[in-house]
């Protein structure tokens, strides 16, 4: 440092010549580069290292010299060298951040903890812009005039088993209105069968009230509550194959029937169409016979009395369950262990669980299980496009992203979770407010609705169809007819479809942090919340109703 002190010192003196002016100031000079007590020849025969600190000396004496002479570009660049020095320490901050970024929740035991996020002002509702422009148009014009024949011209009578659950015997009925309409013929009351899984001897009377259906109805089908008395053999309805129609393939148009099934009930006068199941398609049909569906579906179609109030003395609890009014969410959950084993998707589980349910699976379904060992890569990929039912954790999750408090009072339609309380316990301690129809009632209101399945399957039809939010977690006919049911009644009413595929993505991602998991929730459920969409070819009126039985407000 004297060195260097000292040769600034010279280089700041004037000198008596050019010659020696120009030796002391220029820096390509190479006596400059050398110390004052070494000549040029010592020099060479000095250690590369002795010279590489000489001119490393140096070169901090030239950045001295510069400093003073060029002051105002020194402090430019050292500004710059500030700024990007800065700079990089940010992003390596950003980097050791981001690698060691929070699984999303923490989790103690069966416990998750996940950030509270600020709630949204589109919480429990739709923006009123974006869904008042349609309005319902599938009901029962007043004053209008019937255009059905007299009884005696019926080309017929037609008879279905409605098979499967309530939701799946809802549109069994819809369609076969829609069929007798198509074909001009006479509706036989639908029976509901019984179901292998649902073991229900529910009759369509203990159920649904048959006045107001037919009577809502006389206008557009004849319907009548039994087989017609000259009619002498009906057990033969139910098993003669000459008495049943069964080539009827899925989403058959309505020309098939013209075409094949009317010529044979002409013939017959009575026929059973078996199975009905999806026999009716969507846009190969008539408008008018999708618009008389949903007029069968959302007005026809109506619960017993008993029904309705016991439902509406269910959503009147859930919305003073905190003593003064409040809205309340409805959760479809389906983790019951049939849909499980059903979806044939891998789950978070013990060794043992795991064993149980490919025991089970290969019970119930041994031509898909065959040996096992192809269902893992099916199982995966299954997961990755968004066709596995959520588990209740997956769901506490995505609800806390969306910005649903801890305070949120849920109402679960379920059956049996699979899994029991282990498997419900991260979202019952996220959203402690959790409650089902049979924490609501007593014993005794329920038992005279226990006599069959589909009573208790209305009862939480109707609160779900009544809440604030409706949140479906996999697919089916009861979440999609109770969104096409919500979006019926107006779009305001906020029904959540998740994206399944967005939750694996991100859910399965090491690196994904809670900021960057909530934006992506809240960005792609914006357009998942039942508001208004434009139908496409083959779309499902049950969930979409939009074209066939809406108008523009």
Avoid at 47 to 54: A, E, I, Q
Avoid at 148 to 170: C, D, M, S
Wanted: net charge positive; hydrophobic share 40%.
């Amino acid at each position: 440092m004297a060195e260097l002190r000292h040769n600034s010192s010279i280089g700041a003196r004037a000198t008596p010549s050019p010659r020696k002016r120009d030796d002391v100031t220029s820096p390509l000079s190479s006596d400059n580069h050398l110390p004052r007590d070494v000549d040029d020849d010592g020099g060479r025969d000095r250690h590369p290292r002795d010279r590489f600190r000489s001119l490393f000396s140096n070169h901090f004496q030239l950045l001295d010299d510069s400093a003073r002479v060029y002051s105002p570009n020194f402090k430019i660049l050292l500004f710059i060298v500030t700024v990007v020095a800065f700079a990089g320490l940010f992003t390596v901050y950003s980097v050791i951040t981001h690698l060691n970024a929070p699984y999303l929740c923490t989790k103690d035991g069966i416990t998750l903890h996940c950030p509270r996020v600020k709630e949204p002002p589109s919480l429990w509702e739709n923006p009123l812009s974006a869904a008042t422009s349609w309005k319902p148009c599938a009901e029962r014009r007043s004053g209008s005039i019937s255009d059905l024949p007299e009884a005696n011209e019926t080309n017929g009578y037609i008879f279905i088993h409605a098979e499967g659950g309530l939701n799946q015997q809802r549109i069994a009925i819809c369609n076969a209105v829609a069929v007798a309409k198509i074909m001009n013929a006479t509706l036989i009351l639908p029976v509901l069968k019984q179901d292998q899984i649902w073991k229900d001897q529910t009759k369509f009377e203990d159920i649904f009230d048959v006045d107001h259906f037919i009577d809502y109805l006389k206008d557009d089908v004849r319907i009548v509550r039994d087989i017609p008395s000259w009619f002498t053999d009906k057990s033969e309805l139910f098993t003669s194959i000459r008495r049943t129609v069964k080539n009827i393939p899925k989403y058959a148009p309505a020309q098939f029937y013209i075409n094949n099934v009317l010529p044979r009930i002409k013939e017959k006068r009575i026929m059973a169409l078996k199975p009905f199941v999806d026999r009716l398609g969507y846009d190969n049909v008539p408008q008018e016979i999708n618009r008389l569906r949903c007029r069968v579906n959302y007005h026809a179609l109506k619960f017993l009395p008993e029904i309705d109030e016991m439902a509406d003395q269910l959503v009147a609890r859930m919305r003073n369950r905190t003593g003064s009014p409040n809205p309340f969410m409805a959760l479809h959950l389906r983790f019951e262990k049939g849909m499980v084993g059903l979806s044939f998707c891998d789950f978070v589980g013990t060794r043992a669980e795991k064993a149980l349910m490919g025991l089970y699976r290969l019970k119930e379904w041994p031509r898909r299980f065959k040996d096992g060992s192809h269902l893992w890569p099916l199982a995966l990929q299954k997961r990755k496009e968004g066709r596995c039912p959520l588990e209740p954790g997956e769901v506490a999750v995505m609800l806390r992203a969306m910005g649903y408090p801890k305070e949120t009072q849920i109402y679960v339609a379920s059956g049996q979770v699979y899994g029991g309380q282990n498997r419900m316990a991260p979202l019952r301690n996220m959203f402690p407010n959790l409650v089902t129809k049979e924490e609501l009632t007593t014993k005794d209101e329920l038992d005279s609705f226990r006599k069959h399945v589909t009573s208790l399957a209305a009862l939480d039809f109707l609160v779900c169809l009544k809440s604030d939010v409706f949140v479906m977690t996999h697919g089916g006919n009861f979440a999609k007819l109770i969104i096409g049911a919500r979006r019926y009644m107006g779009h305001r009413q906020k029904s959540i479809k998740p994206d399944k595929g967005l939750l694996s993505k991100s859910l399965g991602d090491p690196y994904m942090g809670w900021a960057t998991f909530v934006e992506d929730v809240v960005i792609t459920h914006q357009t998942r919340t039942g508001l208004p969409e434009a139908t496409f070819p083959n779309y499902d009126i049950w969930e979409n109703p939009l074209t066939p039985c809406m108008c523009k407000a």
